[in-house]
């Protein structure tokens, strides 16, 4: 099994600019996450899903979209990158409920300039 | 507002070492987690509690929920424990989907 995978691993964005990234998880989890990962602060909850075709709002929601139209991938999108975005992103599933134990993907670095 | 506290941030120690790593919450939870992240980044689940100890090879993993505190040890430590450890806690809410609460990891370095 991949696990967790993340697509891509790197970008680099100008300003204004739109991204995608792709998560996918061949676990057959019911919950999927992104997270945000920045220097000197802890992971934060961006948006989640409970299931296929259901999405919620974390801790840190605006400026971003997700969609999960299939259980095994959940796609976080940035419309009109700014900044304050360029992140380390972390895609995580679980099986169980939110606060159980979570499988990472290995990340996404984006720089938005 | 859950507050999740965790030091050292930053701890060097010799190989062989005895490392505690130390994690305070200002809530009631319903479950705590230590994760391990590499300096490649990855970052993978050890342990998730909810009352007392839990052991997995060199690292122990303790919690006092009276207290709420939390400790990580790892014994005889090796440069491969080298890595960031971040503990992260699930508010009690009798319900719903709360999420986790993310510390701000201590970056452990295990010299040989």
């Known amino acids: 099994n991949a696990g967790v995978t993340q697509t891509p691993k790197f970008r680099v964005l100008k300003t204004g600019q739109s991204m995608t990234l792709l998560c996918a998880q061949d676990m057959n989890h019911e919950y999927m996450y992104w997270y945000r990962q920045d220097p000197g602060m802890g992971l934060r909850l961006i948006h989640y899903?409970?299931?296929?075709?259901?999405?919620a709002k974390g801790e840190v929601p605006d400026g971003y979209n997700v969609s999960r139209l299939k259980k095994q991938n959940f796609l976080l999108g940035l419309e009109s990158a700014a900044p304050s975005q360029t992140s380390v992103y972390f895609c995580a599933s679980s099986y169980y409920g939110i606060g159980y134990e979570q499988y990472f993907g290995p990340g996404t670095r984006l720089t938005v300039t | 507002k859950n507050e999740v506290e965790q030091s050292p941030q930053n701890l060097t120690a010799q190989e062989g070492e005895f490392i505690t790593i130390n994690c305070s919450y200002s809530v009631g939870i319903s479950a705590l987690h230590w994760l391990q992240q590499h300096p490649g980044g990855g970052i993978v689940s050890l342990f998730m509690?909810?009352?007392g100890k839990k052991k997995h090879g060199r690292l122990i993993a303790t919690i006092n929920i009276q207290e709420k505190h939390s400790s990580l040890h790892i014994t005889a430590s090796h440069p491969r424990d080298s890595a960031v450890y971040i503990c992260a806690v699930r508010a009690y809410s009798g319900g719903g989907a709360d999420g986790l609460t993310f510390g701000k990891g201590t970056h452990l370095i295990i010299q040989p």
């Open positions: 899903s409970v299931g296929e075709g259901t999405t």
């Open positions: 509690l909810s009352s």
